[in-house]
């Protein structure tokens, strides 16, 4: 669990960081103000190695890669000025394949809650962002030669950073990579297992106020 906490707090850091290094006669940009609120939808894919560790079996380590796509629907308000609280609902199809060559095919619904922080840069219409999200997984895995379905539950904590362009005060474009930190127990028997995965993901946000 150090590891997801130790990101978490650089994030804050560097949040707190640049938003000491603004200059304060900027004018803001007003749907990133409080009573502000957005919707957005982000698409993203995935080639890289995950790591995890099983419970109770000795805490044994267990690494495989992933190929995949997904699409993130969220939503926020603005709380306070740049800072936002919301819904996202994940969908997330993918490929796993473990040091054995055994091949499962994953879906993955999440529900859960984001909380964002936007840093305005003056005369730029760049901002980059770092949000945390936490979510309730239900995942259902297939080996690929269709003997058996899986059903597995969690819950994930994953920190992200990224950048919007705003075209216009309503209309942004966005991209950015994540950290994932997980935890799944199958319906099946008593293991757990921990996860630890990176991605990464672009996609359109409508701004109202």
Do not use: C
Request: charge should be neutral; aromatic fraction near 12%; hydrophobic fraction near 40%.
């Amino acid at each position: 669990m150090r590891t997801p906490v130790l990101v978490l707090a650089a994030l804050i850091l560097v949040s707190f960081t640049l938003s000491a290094q603004s200059p304060g006669d900027a004018e803001p940009r007003p749907t990133l103000q409080r009573g502000a609120w957005y919707v957005g939808g982000y698409s993203g894919s995935s080639g890289f190695h995950g790591r995890g560790t099983v419970s109770p079996l000795g805490g044994s380590d267990v690494k495989f890669s992933v190929t995949g796509i997904g699409f993130s629907g969220m939503g926020g308000y603005f709380v306070a000025n740049r800072f936002s609280l919301g819904p996202q609902i994940d969908v997330n199809y993918s490929r796993e394949v473990d040091p054995a060559d055994n091949v499962r095919t994953v879906v993955q619904w999440s529900l859960g809650g984001q909380a964002a922080y936007y840093h305005e840069l003056p005369g730029t219409p760049w901002v980059p962002v770092a949000r945390v999200v936490a979510s309730f997984d239900r995942t259902v895995e297939k080996d690929d030669n269709e003997i058996r379905d899986s059903i597995e539950n969690g819950y994930r904590l994953s920190p992200r950073v990224g950048a919007y362009y705003f075209f216009t005060n309503r209309l942004a474009a966005g991209a950015e990579v994540s950290y994932s930190f997980s935890r799944i127990k199958p319906d099946s028997d008593d293991a757990t297992l921990t996860v630890h995965a990176f991605g990464a993901g672009a996609g359109i946000t409508l701004f109202f106020r």
